[in-house]
Nanobody, 129 residues
């Protein structure tokens, strides 16, 4: 089992920064890859970034590469989404998700929503122009 709780969302001006946290618990956490997704109203949920169980392998969507990073601290059981140079198109509900016991979410498969076993409740990010 893996339980996930997101925090850190809020409202920010364009060009600003935010750091989201995904606090995890459960016996499978340290062996599970974690990804961040986001969903804006009327749009499908989309992958933002992914990190392997040990933090060594990361993937980013093209829309956030160079602006977002996904550090992982297994000592604190937390995966972060560090976001900078935010723009209004980044406004969405942000979710973290885990694939139980899977080391690497996969270069092609990390964006597949249905492949994830656990999800958090989400945290809202709003970027104003």
């Amino acid at each position: 089992q893996v339980q996930l709780v997101e925090s850190g969302g809020g409202s920010v001006q364009a060009g600003g920064s935010l750091r989201l946290s995904c606090a995890a618990s459960g016996s499978q956490y340290s062996r599970s890859c974690i990804s961040w997704f986001r969903q804006a109203p009327g749009k499908e949920r989309e992958g933002v970034a992914s990190v392997s169980a040990d933090g060594r392998i990361v993937y980013h969507d093209d829309s956030v590469r160079g602006r977002f990073t996904i550090p992982r601290d297994n000592a604190e059981n937390t995966v972060y989404l560090q976001m900078s140079s935010l723009n209004p198109e980044d406004s969405a509900m942000y979710y973290c998700a885990a694939k139980r016991g899977i080391y690497d979410c996969g270069s092609a498969s990390w964006i597949v929503v249905k492949d994830y076993d656990y999800w958090g409740q989400g945290t809202q990010v709003t970027v104003s122009s």
